[in-house]
């Protein structure tokens, strides 16, 4: 059986899009969620026949919990089995992270544990570092924390810049996501 993906976004949406195209025997995105109303995300999903919703996180004030209790209810109503977070710019508080753990994943872009949080192209620059990429980990209560499920990895090139830095990143990230999403759901 097919495990029911839900995939959680807050913009344009290209990782969600890779795992919209390389849909095969293991997942199946059910349920495209937003907490930006207007992500252009969402039109991806709707085009490839998905339900796709906007959860205005704003309409909740400061309460993330109420907005993760709805978002929650969501996706248990939806049947969904793995949530995989793609480029969602909320930080998830323990609740739900503890209510879907294991069944929670995310890219990132750097090869964890190195450069957690934001910026990891600049920082890798930075850093003087010879090498980058990204990484498909299970979500736990530490922000960029959890088991890592694969990685990607590419050398920092001469002339390189933030901006082509996350240009071939992300060429890597929508190969490796739906790669793990696809070897995890059959673990499940
Ligand atoms: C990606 O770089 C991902 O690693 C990061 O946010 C970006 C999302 O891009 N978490 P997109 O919305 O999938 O195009």
Redesign the pocket.
Request: contains cysteine.
């Given at each position: 059986m097919k495990k029911r993906v839900a995939v959680l976004?807050?913009?344009?949406?290209?990782?969600?899009?890779a795992l919209l195209d390389a849909e095969q025997n293991a997942y199946e995105v059910a349920l495209v969620v937003s907490n930006i109303p207007n992500a252009a995300?969402l039109d991806r999903a709707r085009e490839a026949g998905v339900e796709a919703i906007a959860l205005d996180h704003k309409r909740y004030g400061q309460n993330r919990e109420a907005f993760e209790r709805d978002l929650d209810a969501l996706l248990v109503q939806r049947n969904i089995e793995i949530v995989a977070?793609?480029?969602?710019?909320r930080v998830l508080t323990p609740y739900f992270v503890r209510a879907w753990q294991g069944r929670l994943l995310?890219?990132?872009?750097s090869l964890l544990p190195k450069l957690p949080g934001t910026k990891t192209h600049e920082r890798a620059l930075a850093a003087g570092e010879s090498e980058h990429g990204?990484t498909v980990h299970l979500v736990v209560d530490e922000v960029d924390a959890g088991e890592i499920l694969g990685q990607a990895r590419m050398p920092i090139l001469p002339g390189d810049t933030p901006q082509t830095l996350?240009e071939r990143?992300?060429t890597l990230?929508h190969e490796l996501y739906p790669r793990c999403l696809a070897e995890y759901a059959q673990t499940l």
């Open positions: 976004i807050s913009g344009r949406g290209s990782n969600l899009q995300g977070l793609a480029g969602f710019m995310n890219i990132h872009p990204c996350a990143v992300l990230e």
